[in-house]
């Protein structure tokens, strides 16, 4: 038994060391390549790096340029001013907007102001909505667009 387990033994040992000889003589035919310290970037081809131009987006049109005063009127009953706006979306988004309206006597001079809003406006699309002044203005008084904002959604 003890030659059995002996002869094993020897057999298993022989067996290791072959596969270690096998393994050390194929390493160099097996073996990567070493770096290469010219190359500018570690990538495995030899290509050029892709270089993309950068586009830069159009910029949108100023907001003020949305905006247009459709009629501007005094309320004959109470004096009071509004103007009718139309809103048309100059951009390629959905967009709300806040404009104000200032309301000015035949002098120049601003007698009251008013604010016009909208909930979301397509792209290309127009909205009409109303500025309304407080307070009672004299006859004549003028509808002058103040500030724009123009929200994307």
């Known amino acids: 038994m003890t030659l059995a387990v002996g002869g094993g033994l020897i057999v298993t040992a022989g067996v ?35 270089e993309e131009e950068p586009v830069e987006p159009e910029p949108e049109p100023a907001p003020q340029g949305d905006v247009s005063v459709t009629k501007c009127s005094r309320d004959s009953l109470i004096g009071w001013p509004h103007a009718d706006l139309k809103i048309v979306n100059r951009t390629g988004s959905p967009a709300a907007y806040i404009v104000t309206v200032t309301f000015v006597d035949g002098d120049g001079a601003e007698v009251a102001d008013g604010v016009a809003t909208t909930e979301e406006v397509a792209p290309g699309g127009s909205a009409e909505v109303r500025a309304q002044g407080s307070g009672e203005v004299p006859p004549g008084t003028k509808c002058r667009i103040g500030e724009v904002e123009r929200h994307p959604l």
């Open 16 to 50: 290791v060391a072959l596969v270690v000889w096998l393994m050390s003589s194929v390493r160099d035919s097996i073996a990567l390549p070493p770096e290469r310290s010219d190359a500018p970037y570690s990538a495995p081809y030899e290509e050029e790096p892709y």
